[in-house]
């Protein structure tokens, strides 16, 4: 059972006073992590990390709807919100193994189950092809299953499907999917780049260098064609125009960002500061903040205190609510996204991230002025 305390009148001006409005904080388990809205029906889908769990969330109503109980540990969850149908990554530690669960979004109703690679998996959908992407960062691989028909239709379309093993990179984990361009960007956890994959052939078009340890989720505005790529221990969010398949900003955010969320009604990116590094296992510098970017010039709005390592982060445009999971905290913040309410601006933040644009330029001018330096060099050479 999940409780859902909705913040005061008064609590609610104070909290428009100093930033965004913080208007409630769902309990539906321990460990919240991936997060995943349906802006149909505006149900909210939590999958809990350990023990593995997903649960509905009616923010309407401020309750719970239904509870599923998957393995170990419950690494992502997707939504379509066309035909309400919940896709969520479970790992089993015990037996090695891992599934995909396929879920009606309305009553819990688990509609099929699909075995894929281990590891801490991540989701991607294209519901024009009827295409469901597993990651296994570690198998090295990626589970394609194409449905026979429209998911709507889930009696039939998730009984007869194709499976096929795709091997993209050493350790894919982040997925996004681009259903106008048909493509599919996997992000290495290991060699830190992006592959462009066309989803007719499966053929890599282009392969994308970005900061280091990118993780899942891939934001896809397919509006822009932008593809937004948080970089957890390069300290980073990257932006690749997947109409160039190139890399058109670097924005220094808070240390081990996490999850990442645009909001398509104000045009904001919302980034959570987890703090933790997950290379280490460590919890000891858990964030506690979100980080808010103009989604059109990149730069930084401000930032808002919701609770310990802020992870998954969702939005419901309509509805002007965004949803950051508090892994250390064990409960979900709802926060209002009002162009209206003005923005804190976290000066240490500020700072951090001016010393580390700095630094570089720095390392920028250094790799310039050693080339000057071999070009010098190199002529000298030639002219004796």
Same mark, same amino acid.
């Given at each position: 059972?999940?409780l859902?305390?909705p913040?005061?009148?008064a609590?609610t001006?104070?909290?428009?006073a100093?930033?965004?409005?913080?208007?409630?904080?769902?309990?539906?388990?321990?460990?919240?992590?991936?997060?995943? /809205?349906? =802006?149909?029906s505006?149900?909210l $889908?939590? #999958?809990h990390?350990?023990p593995?769990f &997903?649960v509905?969330? *009616?923010? +309407?109503?401020?309750?719970?709807?239904w509870?599923?109980?998957?393995?170990?540990?419950?690494?992502?969850?997707?939504?379509?919100?066309?035909s309400?149908?919940?896709?969520?990554?479970?790992?089993s530690?015990?037996q090695?193994?891992?599934?995909?669960?396929?879920?009606n979004?309305?009553?819990?109703?688990?509609?099929?189950?699909?075995?894929?690679g281990s590891g801490d998996?991540?989701?991607?959908?294209?519901?024009v092809?009827?295409?469901?992407?597993?990651?296994?960062?570690?198998?090295?691989?990626?589970?394609?299953?194409?449905?026979?028909?429209?998911?709507q239709?889930?009696s039939?379309?998730?009984?007869?499907?194709?499976?096929?093993?795709?091997?993209?990179g050493t350790?894919?984990q982040?997925?996004? /999917?681009? =259903?106008?361009?048909?493509r599919? $960007?996997? #992000?290495?956890?290991?060699?830190?780049? &992006?592959?462009?994959? *066309?989803? +007719?052939?499966?053929?890599?078009?282009a392969t994308?260098?970005?900061?280091?340890t990118p993780?899942?989720?891939?934001r896809?505005?397919?509006?822009t064609?932008?593809?937004?790529?948080?970089?957890?221990?390069?300290?980073?969010?990257?932006v690749?125009?997947?109409?160039?398949?190139?890399?058109?900003a670097?924005?220094?955010?808070?240390p081990?960002?996490?999850?990442?969320?645009?909001?398509?009604?104000?045009?904001?990116?919302?980034?959570?500061?987890?703090?933790?590094?997950?290379?280490s296992?460590s919890n000891?510098d858990?964030?506690?903040?979100?980080?808010?970017?103009?989604?059109?010039?990149?730069?930084?709005?401000?930032?808002?205190?919701?609770?310990?390592?802020?992870?998954?982060?969702?939005?419901?445009?309509?509805?002007?609510?965004?949803?950051?999971a508090?892994?250390?905290?064990s409960a979900?913040?709802?926060?209002?996204?009002?162009?209206?309410?003005?923005?804190?601006?976290?000066e240490?933040?500020?700072?951090?991230?001016?010393?580390?644009?700095?630094?570089g330029?720095?390392?920028?001018?250094?790799?310039?002025?050693?080339?000057?330096?071999?070009?010098?060099?190199?002529?000298?050479?030639?002219?004796?």
């Amino acid at each position: 059972m999940g409780l859902f305390f909705p913040v005061s009148p008064a609590q609610t001006t104070s909290a428009e006073a100093a930033g965004f409005p913080i208007v409630g904080v769902l309990h539906s388990g321990a460990r919240p992590e991936a997060m995943a /809205v349906d =802006t149909q029906s505006h149900l909210l $889908y939590i #999958a809990h990390e350990s023990p593995g769990f &997903v649960v509905a969330f *009616d923010a +309407a109503r401020g309750k719970v709807v239904w509870r599923v109980k998957l393995g170990d540990v419950a690494t992502d969850v997707q939504v379509d919100s066309a035909s309400h149908v919940v896709f969520v990554a479970s790992t089993s530690y015990r037996q090695n193994e891992s599934d995909v669960f396929v879920l009606n979004g309305t009553t819990g109703e688990t509609l099929a189950r699909w075995k894929t690679g281990s590891g801490d998996n991540g989701i991607a959908l294209d519901a024009v092809r009827h295409r469901i992407y597993i990651s296994s960062v570690n198998d090295g691989t990626i589970d394609e299953f194409a449905t026979s028909g429209q998911w709507q239709d889930a009696s039939t379309s998730f009984q007869d499907i194709q499976h096929t093993i795709l091997r993209i990179g050493t350790h894919p984990q982040g997925l996004g /999917v681009n =259903t106008r361009l048909g493509r599919l $960007y996997v #992000a290495d956890y290991a060699e830190h780049i &992006v592959r462009v994959v *066309d989803e +007719a052939t499966m053929h890599v078009l282009a392969t994308i260098p970005v900061a280091d340890t990118p993780l899942q989720p891939l934001r896809v505005d397919e509006q822009t064609g932008y593809v937004y790529v948080v970089c957890s221990t390069g300290q980073e969010l990257d932006v690749i125009d997947g109409n160039k398949n190139a890399v058109i900003a670097r924005i220094p955010v808070a240390p081990y960002p996490e999850g990442i969320t645009i909001d398509t009604a104000t045009g904001r990116i919302y980034i959570a500061d987890e703090g933790n590094d997950e290379q280490s296992n460590s919890n000891k510098d858990a964030g506690n903040t979100i980080t808010v970017l103009d989604g059109k010039t990149f730069q930084l709005l401000g930032t808002l205190r919701v609770g310990a390592a802020p992870d998954g982060v969702a939005s419901d445009p309509a509805l002007h609510l965004v949803y950051v999971a508090l892994e250390d905290s064990s409960a979900v913040a709802e926060v209002s996204d009002s162009v209206n309410v003005p923005l804190q601006i976290d000066e240490t933040l500020n700072q951090a991230i001016d010393a580390r644009r700095a630094v570089g330029l720095l390392q920028q001018a250094s790799i310039v002025t050693a080339l000057l330096m071999l070009v010098t060099m190199m002529v000298a050479t030639w002219t004796t």
